[in-house]
């Protein structure tokens, strides 16, 4: 599949092509429905750097607001609670985060964006499963093994009703 600038750079060599087969810049530009102004600066890009000098120059972008290794340190921070950080309970939201990093490394973010960082990261929201205080694992799984088999509607195997 084309990108828009694959498209652009196509165009920029019909463009040049026709000026080297004898069309003026301004015929050109009418037929290709461009300017004059991109033609000849085409044209001119063309002459000094050749095919070089038609294709399209890399857009870096905006820089990042975290080097590669503070993004590794937030992720690693999530795998702790957020009362190491100070907070009242464990769980991590995205203005929790926002307040950390900010904190500890002096970059704001919008939390409704750091949302969108996280999920790029394969990281969703959690919501633990609730566990009662008084809940006792070794009488649970005592129920699991001897009450329940004893109760469920379907027998296992070897097992009569």
């Known amino acids: 599949m084309k990108t828009k600038q694959d498209v652009h750079e196509l165009l920029r060599w019909m463009a040049v092509s026709c000026v080297c087969q004898g069309h003026s810049c301004d015929e050109v530009a009418e037929t290709l429905g461009v300017s004059r102004a991109s033609v000849y600066r085409w044209w001119a890009a063309y002459q000094q750097d050749g095919e ?20 590794a340190q937030v992720l690693e921070w999530l795998n702790h609670d957020a009362t190491a950080f100070g907070f009242t309970s464990s769980r991590w939201t ?3 985060l926002s307040i950390v990093i900010e904190r500890e490394f002096g970059v704001r973010f919008n939390p409704r964006y750091l949302n969108q960082w996280l999920s790029q990261r394969k990281i969703s929201p959690q919501i633990p499963q609730p566990v009662a205080r008084e809940r006792r694992q070794d009488e649970v799984d005592r129920w699991v093994a001897h009450d329940w088999p004893r109760i469920k509607k379907t027998p296992t195997a070897g097992e009569q009703r």
Do not use: F, H, V, Y
């Open 52 to 71: 070089q000098g038609l294709r399209d120059a890399p857009r870096p972008g905006r820089p990042r607001k975290l080097t590669g290794e503070q993004e």
């Open 94 to 96: 995205a203005p929790r």
